[in-house]
């Protein structure tokens, strides 16, 4: 196995910004043809979100795709890479995917080729049968979305080749067959490649090299690159891909020939210019989010952090802040950014290579503005005049740059804050897939601010760690740690517990609050870290009361629970209501930071059913510890058992007495390998180490419970 280049980490973050810079850019004008978008909006050189009255950041099952379906690589890890297959991948489907919920257009059986793919995956359908043409047909196994998702299987193969396409061949063999498989392949060899290679005509010949000699992709290929050649205009090459290739000539709602070739295209015409090339292959039209985010991240691995800078004044990195959200059952992984996807693809880059993992930036932070111009999503609310935000050297250390143009008093102060959970407006854009998110940070947990003042300050600058989360009528309020003064040329730790009085308040802000009132000045953020574990009992805000109270909505504290389960009432009867109507279903909130903890559910009621119970350490759907109450033979077991992939393993079990319509409570705590289960007084234990960290919830069956309320505690 090659070693990694040397500027892998770079190159990835470049890949991954000009993913999320493509698929946000397009996003609003998602399907519109080039006749369509000209008359409407004209050529497009920069971010329209805001003609749309939209935000700039949403999700999209592009970005959710991309960055859930790589994690396949995570959850096999003793998988060899030739013994790595498109089944893995089928139960990352089925572990990350909720149903007609989270990451893909849910367009319906027979339309959406993924829709499809995912309702046989659920009846047993194993891949590659699942997304073969034999199974689903020539058009549904030719749409576009093998392709759209295959940048993350590029990116953890840096320069190799070989790799990068067994990897994205796989991948593609879930859903689709033929010669969308054979895009997915090609492209995801020139993003490898240009890690090491930054001649487009050689990059692509390198991905032809893996597609077969008969495949229908290489005439079509073939004639784009003689059209450039002799055409000199994109526009007049666009044309001729119309005539000859249009949406007309083929089936389905989104079929992958006329966007792929476009986006070859757009990258002959512009691999070295990122500017131009966003220009091209929007202005374009068609599957413009797709099409966009494949070619800003293969144009951005060919540039380099370079590439987002060019003579136009424009400022493709400010607007977007890193940010990213993601669409899936991993709730932890939803509110995310630029670089922390970045550092996640990089070690499992080492993992592929064969390498030993990296050490993380700065002990472990979250929050670390280690690699060039990155913000992690930290953006200040006041004018842009007056705060000035960037990424700098602190001494050679990197760090966020705070600087106040105007003094600020403790009345008027400047918060700098990153986001932890939903923002509303996020969901204020529908789309067929939901953004389940949950709370990066709770009550209970440490967190450590590292800032520094330098000398050239004319005086000292006050600093507060910042929080803000939703009360419960989803106002934002401030909470914050102890004020710590800067004086020049000091640099300082703030350590600060989350307190209790935010408990049951997702936190949906994290920063520093800053005032100097007499003076303007810097500060460096260095870092902050957040650990140990949460300390909150989770029940239901109370109740408005009084006229309207039909009509009042859901809570933004509704909205920080992961839910697979059919229904969940949220305005009368216990804290937690909850019913299935068939099969398994799961309902929880927590992150992979929750690793050794207590889970205790308070007035638990079985209404109807035979399976249920508390689960810790969840890692999506299908992985998972869970202290489960069955009924079998006549008898009734409270059982700990763990969840991985179709697999349900008993690892202790105790005969109980259980009844319909009692109130229980159930418990199950987890450190290090020891697994500890209690009803009432009957305790199972297990030992098992697989899962070292996940949220917590519930398991049902068919059937209904409700709960009082769940607290999340240290053991």
């Given at each position: ?202 990059l692509l010949d390198r991905g032809l090299g893996f597609v077969g000699v008969e495949s229908a ?35 389905g709602i989104c079929h992958m020939i006329p966007n792929h070739l476009i986006m070859i295209m ?259 953020l260095h870092s902050i870290k957040y650990s140990g574990t949460p300390c909150l009992t989770l ?177």
């Amino acid at each position: 196995m090659p070693a990694l280049p040397q500027n892998h980490l770079e190159k990835t973050y470049a890949g991954v910004l000009g993913k999320l810079i493509g698929v946000y850019l397009g996003r609003p004008f998602e399907n519109w043809t080039y006749q369509d978008i000209q008359a409407r909006l004209g050529p497009i050189t920069y971010y329209v979100h805001s003609q749309f009255d939209v935000p700039l950041v949403v999700i999209d099952d592009d970005v959710s795709g991309t960055f859930t379906f790589v994690r396949a690589l995570e959850e096999h890890p003793g998988e060899e890479v030739g013994e790595f297959d498109c089944g893995k991948v089928g139960d990352t489907w089925l572990n990350q995917v909720i149903d007609k919920r989270t990451v893909f257009w849910w367009g319906g059986h027979g339309i959406s080729t993924e829709h499809t793919v995912f309702n046989h995956l659920k009846r047993g359908v194993r891949p590659p049968v699942s997304g073969s043409e034999e199974t689903n047909g020539r058009t549904l196994a030719e749409q576009i979305g093998a392709q759209i998702f295959i940048d993350g299987w590029a990116m953890v193969c840096p320069g190799n080749a070989e790799v990068a396409a067994k990897f994205a061949r796989e991948a593609a063999r879930v859903s689709h067959d033929g010669v969308a498989v054979d895009a997915a392949v090609l492209w995801a060899v020139m993003e490898a490649e240009a890690f090491v290679e930054r001649d487009v005509d050689k990059l692509l010949d390198r991905g032809l090299g893996f597609v077969g000699v008969e495949s229908a992709l290489r005439k079509p290929i073939a004639d784009v690159r003689a059209w450039v050649s002799k055409d000199g205009d994109w526009e007049r090459t666009r044309q001729r891909i119309e005539d000859a290739y249009g949406y007309d000539k083929y089936g389905g709602i989104c079929h992958m020939i006329p966007n792929h070739l476009i986006m070859i295209m757009a990258v002959l015409y512009a691999g070295h210019d990122f500017t131009q090339a966003m220009h091209i292959i929007n202005t374009a039209g068609w599957d413009t989010d797709c099409n966009s985010g494949n070619v800003g991240c293969l144009v951005g691995i060919i540039n380099g952090l370079e590439g987002f800078e060019n003579d136009k004044g424009l400022d493709w990195r400010g607007p977007l802040a890193d940010r990213a959200l993601i669409s899936s059952a991993d709730g932890g992984y939803s509110i995310n950014d630029a670089v922390r996807i970045t550092y996640d693809l990089a070690n499992i880059a080492h993992k592929v290579a064969r390498l030993p993992p990296p050490p993380p930036p700065k002990n472990g932070a979250q929050w670390h503005f280690t690699l060039p111009g990155s913000v992690q999503g930290f953006q200040c609310a006041s004018p842009a005049s007056d705060v000035q935000i960037a990424q700098t050297l602190d001494a050679g250390t990197p760090a966020l740059s705070i600087t106040l143009h105007t003094p600020c008093s403790a009345e008027t102060e400047t918060e700098v804050l990153t986001q932890t959970f939903t923002p509303q407006d996020a969901l204020a854009v529908k789309r067929d897939y939901e953004l389940m998110a949950c709370p990066l940070i709770s009550p209970g947990q440490t967190l450590v601010a590292v800032l520094s003042s330098p000398a050239s300050n004319p005086a000292p600058i006050t600093a507060t760690i910042r929080l803000k989360a939703y009360d419960f009528t989803d106002a934002l309020i401030p909470a914050s740690s102890p004020p710590t003064t800067l004086a020049p040329g000091a640099t300082k730790s703030i350590t600060w517990t989350i307190p209790a009085s935010l408990a049951n308040k997702p936190i949906q802000q994290l920063g520093v609050a800053l005032a100097a009132s007499n003076a303007t000045g810097t500060v460096y953020l260095h870092s902050i870290k957040y650990s140990g574990t949460p300390c909150l009992t989770l029940s239901r805000p109370p109740l408005a009361t009084g006229p309207g109270l039909a009509s009042v909505p859901e809570t933004m504290w509704t909205y920080q629970w992961v839910s697979s389960i059919h229904k969940v009432h949220t305005k009368f009867g216990p804290s937690f209501f909850l019913a299935q109507d068939a099969g398994e279903g799961m309902f929880y909130t927590g992150t992979r930071a929750w690793e050794d903890y207590s889970a205790t559910a308070t007035g638990v009621v079985v209404n109807l059913g035979e399976a249920h119970g508390v689960v810790v350490r969840v890692q999506g759907l299908n992985r998972w510890y869970g202290v489960v109450l069955r009924r079998e033979g006549g008898k009734t077991w409270v059982e700990v058992v763990k969840a991985r992939d179709a697999e349900r393993v008993v690892l202790g079990r105790a005969e109980v007495e259980w009844g319909l319509d009692v109130k229980y409570e159930i418990a199950v705590e987890v450190e290090g390998d020891r697994i500890a289960a209690r009803f009432g007084r009957v305790r199972v234990e297990a030992v098992d180490g697989e899962y070292r960290g996940g949220a917590a919830g519930f398991v049902l069956g068919a059937g209904s419970i409700c709960a009082d309320s769940l607290k999340i505690a240290p053991v």
